[in-house]
C-alpha cells in the first residue's frame, strides 16, 4: 500500500481553504442596499469600536481602508479577531451595514 508524502496530505487539507466566500455571504453581498437605512445600524452595533467616521478606536481599527466588499460581509457574519460575529442580523442589515461603512 503506498502513502502519500505528509507535504501532499497538507496540500489536500489546505486545497478548499480560503479563496471562496459561503452562500450567505455571497447572497448579501449581491443585496442591493440602502445606505441610509445602514446608518443606525451602524451606530448602533459598529461606531462604539470603528469610531463615528470608521476611522477607529483603542477597540476596533479602521475601516475605511477596507476594498474587498466580499471580506467585509465575511467579518460582519463570521467575525475575526477581536471583533464578534453578527450573524444574527438580517441579511438585509448586514447589507446596508456594510453599505453605510464603506461610503464613510
Do not use: W
Not at 507535504?7 to 455571497?26: D, H, K, N, Q
Amino acid at each position: 500500500m503506498k502513502t502519500l508524502s505528509p507535504f501532499i496530505l497538507l496540500l489536500s487539507l489546505f486545497a478548499g481553504c480560503g479563496g471562496a466566500a459561503s452562500p450567505r455571504v455571497e447572497a448579501i453581498v449581491a443585496l442591493s442596499t440602502d445606505v441610509q437605512a445602514g446608518k443606525p445600524l451602524y451606530e448602533a452595533k459598529c461606531q462604539v469600536c470603528h469610531g463615528a467616521n470608521g476611522a477607529g478606536t483603542s477597540l476596533g481599527p479602521d475601516i475605511r481602508s477596507k476594498e474587498n466588499n466580499t471580506d467585509n460581509v465575511e467579518i460582519i457574519v463570521e467575525g475575526g479577531g477581536d471583533m464578534p460575529a453578527f450573524a444574527t442580523m438580517s441579511d438585509q442589515e448586514i447589507a446596508d451595514t456594510n453599505a453605510y461603512a464603506n461610503s464613510l
